[in-house]
């Protein structure tokens, strides 16, 4: 158990509509990190916040928009959904964000776009 | 975009043996890690190497860098069934910022009793 946690396991929606997941870091971590992981893509880094503030964004569809709040659990909250969609969705926290920090990563969040 | 390219995609051995992964990378680094993840679960880091170290130990673990070929392997010695899982290396590029891991797709290794 990494100390990280996500909810929720798994979401079963339909293209168009909007979803939120959710991401609490381990205790004493400030960067929460969100990865998404496809047979097709690989795991791919999406963004990057650090106390609440956006440190780092990667592949990150404008469809598909972040947020840490003052507690420091994450949303990541991805609209508009499409088939391709439908993926593996990591949190992940470190202590700082710098260079050498390990990162620890949630169980995920299995999401199916019908 | 993946930066490391992990060689092979799937390898399979018997307990006991010895299990070699390798990564090959792109740009420059700051440093290089390997997580291993099972079956569709989280990924959990196993080591770190910075660019200045050419080789580190972690127990059964073995990780060399080579940044003059860019690439990078990782030795599992007396392998378990335990270890079967996927096997992800990742840099952190030394001019797109600290906080980006890029990782590659994976070694998928099967440990058979």
């Known amino acids: 158990d990494s100390g990280v946690t996500q909810t929720p396991k798994h979401l079963i929606t339909a293209t168009g509509q909007r979803v939120t997941l959710r991401c609490s870091p381990r205790?004493?971590?400030?960067?929460v990190y969100w990865y998404q992981q496809s047979l097709d893509q690989g795991l791919q880094f999406l963004i990057h916040?650090?106390?609440?503030?956006?440190?780092a964004k990667g592949n990150i569809l404008e469809r598909f928009s972040a947020q840490q709040f003052p507690d420091l659990h994450s949303e990541l909250n991805l609209s508009s959904l499409e088939l391709g969609d439908s993926a593996l969705y990591f949190c992940?926290?470190?202590?700082?964000?710098?260079?050498?920090?390990?990162?620890?990563f949630g169980p995920g969040t299995r999401l199916t776009v019908l | 975009s993946q930066q490391g390219e992990e060689d092979p995609q799937a390898l399979s051995i018997q307990e006991g043996e010895n299990a070699t992964m390798n990564c090959s990378y792109k740009?420059?680094?700051?440093?290089l890690q390997w997580y291993r993840q099972n079956s569709g679960r989280g990924l959990v880091h196993l080591i770190l190497?910075?660019?200045?170290?050419r080789e580190k130990h972690s127990g059964r673990l073995r990780v060399t860098l080579d940044t003059s070929k860019k690439s990078s392997s990782l030795l599992i010695t007396a392998s378990r069934a335990a270890d079967t899982a996927s096997y992800f290396c990742?840099?952190?590029?030394?001019?797109?910022?600290?906080?980006?891991?890029?990782f590659g797709k994976g070694t998928m290794l099967l440990v058979s009793p």
């Open positions: 992940a926290s470190s202590v700082e964000g710098g260079a050498d920090d390990e990162q620890f």
């Open positions: 740009t420059s680094i700051n440093n």
């Open positions: 205790s004493g971590d400030l960067s």
């Open positions: 190497i910075r660019s200045n170290e």
């Open positions: 916040y650090y106390n609440g503030e956006e440190r």
């Open positions: 990742a840099t952190r590029d030394s001019f797109s910022g600290y906080s980006t891991l890029t």
